[in-house]
């Protein structure tokens, strides 16, 4: 497992994949919409201005209501999913005006149908690639249908030194294949109420005796407890 922050993962998945659709799905849409212009015998620069600042325009307005419904994200802990979910009418804003595009285009079916595809493409590999490039491998390792996702992370800067908390409601059959993932191994029962840390307001581990799992692996060390429904994890670097 590699935790040293990186520029990536200074940034959350919604976070990159805003960035991605004002970026790339923005610049792939103005050019394919700008190639169905021109073979309609109009302005080439025309529909590359047109078709990217549409998209571009729905990617800001969803960028301002991501604000207004998460007013504190990423600050307060939220499910990304509900976040990223709000990158989709930038997707479905491209589908839109590729398909309008092409209905007097010659041979429009196949090529409007590789213009939307490609689009679609470019959304779902944006999708795959943005959380793996912001996920931590606490993060990663949760199965899918973890629920109610906190995560916290406290960096110290150009030193290694760094923290990571992360807690999530699983059953108790997906947190023992979660230490196994992470190859934890059984540590004892502790009393897991000292793990709390007043830098992470929400991070408070109920008072209990609770089995502990741990990996020290050089520098870095990782532990994990189940309690009341609930993963707790903490990684550290120092």
Same mark, same amino acid.
């Given at each position: 497992?590699?935790?040293?922050?990186?520029?990536?993962?200074?940034?959350?998945?919604?976070?990159?994949?805003?960035?991605?659709?004002?970026?790339?799905?923005?610049?792939?849409?103005?050019?394919?919409?700008?190639?169905?212009?021109?073979?309609?015998?109009?302005?080439?620069?025309?529909?590359?201005?047109?078709?990217?600042?549409?998209?571009?325009?729905?990617?800001? &307005? /969803?960028?301002?209501?991501?604000?207004?419904? *998460?007013? @504190? +994200?990423?600050? =307060?802990?939220?499910? $990304?999913?509900?976040? #990223?979910?709000?990158?989709?009418?930038?997707?479905?804003?491209?589908?839109?005006?590729?398909?309008?595009?092409?209905?007097?285009?010659?041979?429009?079916?196949?090529?409007?149908?590789?213009?939307?595809?490609?689009?679609?493409?470019?959304?779902?590999?944006?999708?795959?690639?943005?959380?793996?490039?912001?996920?931590?491998?606490?993060?990663?390792?949760?199965?899918?249908?973890?629920?109610?996702?906190?995560?916290?992370?406290?960096?110290?800067?150009?030193?290694?030194?760094?923290?990571?908390? &992360? /807690?999530?409601?699983?059953?108790?059959?997906? *947190?023992? @294949? +979660?230490?196994? =993932?992470?190859?934890? $191994?059984?540590?004892? #029962?502790?009393?897991?109420?000292?793990?709390?840390?007043?830098?992470?307001?929400?991070?408070?581990?109920?008072?209990?005796?609770?089995?502990?799992?741990?990996?020290?692996?050089?520098?870095?060390?990782?532990?994990?407890?189940?309690?009341?429904?609930?993963?707790?994890?903490?990684?550290?670097?120092?």
């Amino acid at each position: 497992m590699q935790f040293r922050d990186s520029t990536l993962k200074q940034m959350t998945w919604a976070q990159l994949m805003f960035f991605y659709c004002g970026v790339v799905v923005v610049s792939v849409t103005a050019l394919l919409f700008a190639r169905s212009r021109s073979r309609q015998k109009r302005s080439w620069w025309g529909g590359f201005l047109f078709g990217g600042i549409v998209t571009a325009g729905v990617c800001a &307005l /969803s960028m301002v209501l991501a604000r207004i419904l *998460f007013p @504190e +994200y990423p600050v =307060r802990p939220t499910d $990304e999913r509900g976040a #990223v979910a709000l990158t989709l009418p930038v997707a479905v804003t491209a589908l839109y005006l590729l398909k309008r595009s092409h209905l007097r285009a010659l041979d429009k079916t196949r090529r409007k149908s590789r213009a939307m595809w490609t689009v679609g493409g470019v959304y779902l590999a944006g999708l795959w690639l943005c959380y793996h490039a912001t996920v931590t491998p606490l993060r990663a390792a949760l199965p899918w249908g973890a629920s109610k996702i906190r995560e916290w992370t406290w960096n110290e800067g150009f030193l290694p030194d760094f923290t990571t908390f &992360l /807690s999530a409601r699983v059953s108790l059959v997906q *947190f023992e @294949e +979660y230490v196994k =993932r992470l190859k934890l $191994e059984p540590a004892g #029962v502790e009393d897991v109420s000292w793990w709390r840390d007043d830098r992470a307001m929400w991070w408070r581990v109920p008072k209990a005796q609770a089995p502990v799992y741990r990996l020290t692996n050089g520098d870095y060390t990782v532990e994990a407890t189940y309690v009341d429904g609930a993963i707790w994890v903490k990684a550290s670097e120092q």
